[in-house]
């Protein structure tokens, strides 16, 4: 029997753009409006300045990696998104859009990196990435 962890991954596998219901669209988009604005605000606070001064110093001649919004450095894909995510908490979470948390202050800054460097669409972005084909079914990691 496939556990259901493995049923959940292949169903995001799968998912496309395009099953979205419109109200999870708009959700996804408003959820990351929101984290863009808190990343704005932040970028202008001293918090947010010394995140970014950390990172832009530490990684200094990165040719390679990911971009600092608002700042626009390179730097490497870890440091952008934790520069990325302390001035999304500098600029005061308003990333709630009527939830319970806080996905723009630790989930978008790395998912907005991913899809930098992976160059996928808006569309994708939302979906996580473009759909990969199911996976092969040849028994459990355990046993191949």
């Known amino acids: 029997m496939t556990s259901l962890s493995r049923q959940l991954a ?3 596998a799968a998912l496309r753009y395009e099953d979205l219901p419109p109200a999870v669209v708009d959700r996804a988009k408003g959820v990351t409006l ?14 947010g300045r010394q995140a970014v001064k950390l990172i832009t110093e ?16 390179t730097v490497t894909k870890g440091g952008a998104a934790f520069a990325n995510a302390e001035m999304a908490m500098a600029g005061g979470k308003w990333d709630t859009f ?11 800054p790395g998912a907005v990196v991913a899809a930098e460097t992976a160059g996928v669409s808006g569309k994708d972005f939302i979906t996580g990435g473009p759909p990969s084909p199911p996976p092969r079914s040849s028994g459990s990691p355990r046993t191949r």
């Open 10 to 12: 292949r169903w995001v």
């Open 34 to 47: 929101h984290s863009l604005a808190s990343v704005l605000l932040g970028s202008r606070t001293p918090g």
């Open 58 to 73: 530490e990684e200094a001649g990165v040719r390679s990696g990911a971009t600092i919004m608002v700042d626009g450095a």
């Open 98 to 108: 009527r939830m319970l948390t806080h996905p723009g202050t630790s989930i978008l």
